[in-house]
């Protein structure tokens, strides 16, 4: 019992620095964005839904695999691809928002948003690394 509860902590702060990740990404991307893309204000507004969804997608993909963990292996499969292929429709909302919408939303912001998400899965460690250093000595470990 134990060992699922570490198991559970670990996947939370894996799930945290993830989010992490993806929001520094936001914000690097749109910062230059800024300073290449004109008008700015779009550019901003794609970046911006493009991280939120970056967001929620990993949201969905954390209770999935929450979820996932409880059923029978052959279930499992089952739901996890379908919600594979769910997750990969809601990347598309945002860029076909972004498409039938260019005034408002840029749509390479919007692919800079979403790409935050793979971003985001590659500095997590370095994210925890990071977190684990700034800690004090006394405190628990992650």
């Known amino acids: 019992m134990e060992n699922d509860k570490d198991t ?12 992490i990740g993806i929001v ?20 901003i507004f794609g970046v911006t839904i493009g991280t939120l969804a970056a967001c929620g997608i990993a ?7 929450g979820k996932s963990l409880d059923m029978s292996e052959e ?5 996890t691809r ?16 972004a498409c039938l919408l260019p005034e408002y939303l840029n749509v390479l912001g919007v692919l800079f948003g979403l790409t935050g998400l793979k971003i985001g899965a590659f500095l997590a ?3 925890l690394k ?13």
């Open 59 to 65: 949201a969905h993909l954390y209770y999935t695999i």
């Open 8 to 19: 559970l902590r670990g996947a939370r702060i894996t799930f945290y620095t993830l989010l």
């Open 82 to 97: 379908g919600m594979a292929v769910l997750r990969l429709m809601l990347m598309g909302i945002p860029l076909v928002a």
């Open 24 to 43: 520094v990404t936001g914000f690097v991307f749109g910062a230059l964005g800024c300073i290449f893309i004109k008008p700015r204000l779009p550019y």
């Open 125 to 127: 460690p370095g994210v």
């Open 75 to 79: 279930k499992a499969a089952g739901y």
């Open 130 to 142: 990071i977190i684990k250093k700034f800690k004090k000595e006394g405190e628990r470990e992650c």
